[in-house]
Every structure is written in structure tokens, then in C-alpha cells.
């Protein structure tokens, strides 16, 4: 069964410091994998996609890497800042008939506190 | 561009009642999708649709129709809500199946 799971559930860090967050995938066939941003009521944006061929991948503070043969991935923030307190989604896609699936983890809950 | 958007952004309805959930995007994308997000969970992908005039069911289909008359317009109909149907929706757009996919901001739906 493809699942994504996501560790921790939540964490909470100060302002200033890093973290990185981790994402377990069991998804085949695997066609790439995304880590999105989503902030209280509203919709996740997009942080990075990693393709089979891609270790790690930067935007900005955000920085993901991927590990296709183990299937981990994680996200790490580097100086946290107070924006950066939302929810981490992982989410692995799937080929499935030629159409791209996205099977989403159930996300990390970051606070960061001043 | 206004990007995808959705409305209502709240709405309560009584079980049994009917309505549809609006979604419309500017960028052109041939996909569009419907997902659910309840606590604790992942989003589950409802329908999805590769194109105007085609539809497909995802993962928690039941209770929800859609219909592509255009590129554009992806709406979700509930034909008969339910409470298990509490949810918060979001609709999301992208560019061929491994584009980027962009999401609405999200309509917070209670059924009492």
C-alpha cells in the first residue's frame, strides 16, 4: 500500500534555530517527491519537487534532500523565523496509468517561538 | 493572476442538503483536482479531472459528483450532505501530470 509518513507530528523550536523534519515513503513506482507549506487556513504552497535523479534541492532557508533508495526524504529550516511556524507536508507521487497520483503525509506541525 | 480560487470559504449545512462547492483557476492547467483534509490525516484526493469533459474518481469518491465543462470551472456538488462529510476541501490546479501543483485557499465545510 503507498503511504507517506511524516515525523514528528509536531515540534517546537525557537526563533533562530534549525530543524530538520522527515518524511518515510513506501511508493511505487515512484515518480517524484514534494514538500509543501501550509499556513493556518489556507491553502499548501510549494517548497520544493526532487525527482529519482535528485539528492537535495534549495529554496531559500528550505532545504530537502532526498534519499530514493532508503525512500526518506526530510526538509531541513535553517534560522527559523516566526513565518515559519505552519504545517510541513510531504507528498510522493505515484505513476499510476499515466496519471501522476499524490499520495500526501499527514504533516508536520511546526511553532516556532520567539 | 488570481490563481485558483474557491468559494465559499465557509459554509454550514443542514444533513441531507445540497451544494455545490466552486473552483475556478486562470493558469490554464489541464488538471484539476478536489481533496478533503480532516485532522490528523493527509489530504485524500475526491475527484480529478485531465482535462474538460473528463472526470475520475479518487480515493473517497462517494457522496460528491463533479462535472469539466471548461477548463477553467472544476465544481464539486455534495448531493446529500452528511456529517462524516465535515471537512475543510481544497481545490488544486497543475500543469500536465507532473507540473506543480497550486491549491485554492480552502472552503470550510460543516454539516450539522
Known amino acids: 500500500k503507498n503511504q507517506v509518513e511524516q515525523s514528528p507530528q509536531s515540534l517546537i523550536i525557537l526563533e533562530g534555530k534549525n530543524c530538520t523534519l522527515q518524511?518515510?515513503?513506501?511508493?511505487?513506482?515512484?515518480?517524484?517527491l514534494r514538500w509543501y507549506k501550509q499556513d493556518t487556513g489556507r491553502g499548501p504552497v510549494s517548497l520544493t519537487i526532487?525527482?529519482?535523479?535528485?539528492n537535495t534541492k534549495s529554496n531559500g532557508r528550505y532545504t530537502a534532500t532526498l534519499d530514493a533508495d532508503t525512500k526518506q526524504s526530510s526538509l531541513h529550516i535553517t534560522a527559523s523565523q516566526l513565518s515559519d511556524s505552519a504545517s510541513y507536508i510531504c507528498?510522493?507521487?505515484?505513476?499510476?496509468?499515466?496519471?501522476?497520483?499524490?499520495?500526501f503525509g499527514a504533516g508536520t506541525r511546526l511553532a516556532v517561538h520567539p | 493572476n488570481a490563481g485558483v480560487t474557491q468559494t465559499p470559504k465557509f459554509q454550514v449545512l443542514k444533513t441531507g442538503q445540497s451544494m455545490t462547492l466552486q473552483c475556478a483557476q486562470d493558469?490554464?492547467?489541464?488538471?484539476m483536482s478536489w481533496y478533503r483534509q480532516d485532522p490528523g490525516m493527509g489530504l485524500r484526493l475526491i475527484h480529478y479531472?485531465?482535462?474538460?469533459?473528463?472526470?475520475d474518481q479518487g480515493e473517497v469518491p462517494n457522496g460528491y459528483n463533479v462535472s469539466r465543462s471548461t477548463t477553467e470551472d472544476f465544481p464539486l456538488r455534495l448531493l446529500s450532505a452528511a456529517p462524516s462529510q465535515t471537512s475543510v476541501y481544497f481545490c488544486?490546479?497543475?500543469?500536465?501530470?507532473?507540473?506543480?501543483?497550486?491549491f485554492g485557499p480552502g472552503t470550510r465545510l460543516t454539516v450539522t
Open positions: 488544486a490546479s497543475r500543469k500536465g501530470s507532473r507540473g506543480e501543483q497550486y
Open positions: 518524511c518515510n515513503y513506501t511508493v511505487s513506482p515512484f515518480s517524484n
Open positions: 526532487m525527482t529519482f535523479s535528485e
Open positions: 507528498v510522493v507521487s505515484a505513476i499510476s496509468g499515466g496519471y501522476n497520483k499524490l499520495i
Open positions: 493558469m490554464n492547467h489541464e488538471y
Open positions: 479531472s485531465v482535462g474538460a469533459g473528463i472526470t
